[in-house]
């Protein structure tokens, strides 16, 4: 089955700095890439999404890229701010009913 | 628009006792369900996934169950609760597009005391 392998687990920046994370993946039919931010004690939730027909994507301050070849894709923050200070979750599918396959979780750290 | 419903919020229960955990979703028809459990501190793990009425798919062996008696309600259950059963529980539905993202309910504290 699908494995997708996140890093870092922990990652510390400045605020105003600009954060990566990046994961990788296994199955080369995975066609869907949704990330997820969740905040302590609650949900995960959907801050952004790529399709494999789709190299890069953007949402205000949020982007995220996909490199089919090389199976791996990495959500970008600029201009970080303390309420992105999170744990965010990669994910990827094939499609099928049995959902998404999550990355163990980047916890981010906003420094001020 | 669709909204997802899961309860209790927090629970706590002696080891041995039973569980009952149950979402509800509305304003779609036919959605796939899931239940995760996340540790603390840890990432999300797929226990089961229904695609309709009466169909449930487990991914792990546990001491857990489900059922999906209706089309958008969605069931956790034990008969004997283990200490390591504790953690978070989060229901969540897609829909049957491939390109569909997961909508989590709010999620249930269960600590085994």
């Known amino acids: 089955g699908e494995n997708v392998e996140q890093h870092p687990s922990t990652l510390s920046v400045q605020e105003g700095d600009s954060a990566v994370i990046k994961c990788t993946y296994s199955?080369?039919?995975?066609?869907?890439f949704p990330w997820y931010k969740q905040e302590l004690g609650k949900r995960p939730q959907l801050i952004i999404d790529?399709?494999?027909?789709?190299g890069e994507k953007k949402d205000q301050r949020i982007a995220v890229t996909l490199n089919k070849t090389a199976k791996h894709f990495s959500l970008h923050i600029t201009e970080t701010q303390p309420e992105d200070s999170a744990v965010y979750f990669c994910?990827?599918?094939?499609?099928?009913?049995?959902?998404?396959?999550f990355g163990k979780g980047t916890h981010l750290i906003i420094q001020p | 628009s669709q909204t997802i419903h899961q309860w209790p919020a927090t629970l706590v229960q002696p080891v041995g006792s039973p569980l009952s955990l149950e979402c509800t979703v509305e304003?779609?028809?036919?959605?796939?369900l899931y239940w995760y459990r996340q540790a603390a501190g840890r990432g999300l793990q797929l226990l089961f996934y229904?695609?309709?009425?009466?169909?449930i798919s487990s991914e792990v062996p546990q001491n857990l169950s489900a059922s999906r008696p209706q089309d958008r309600q969605f069931i956790l259950s034990s008969k004997k609760l283990l200490l390591s059963d504790s953690g978070f529980y989060l229901c969540?539905?897609?829909?049957?597009?491939?390109?569909?993202?997961?909508?989590f309910g709010n999620g249930t504290r269960l600590t085994v005391t």
């Open positions: 969540a539905w897609s829909s049957n597009r491939w390109d569909s993202p997961l909508h």
């Open positions: 199955d080369s039919a995975s066609n869907y």
């Open positions: 790529i399709r494999s027909n789709v």
């Open positions: 994910a990827a599918s094939i499609g099928g009913a049995d959902g998404l396959t």
């Open positions: 304003g779609t028809s036919n959605p796939n």
């Open positions: 229904s695609v309709g009425i009466g169909q």
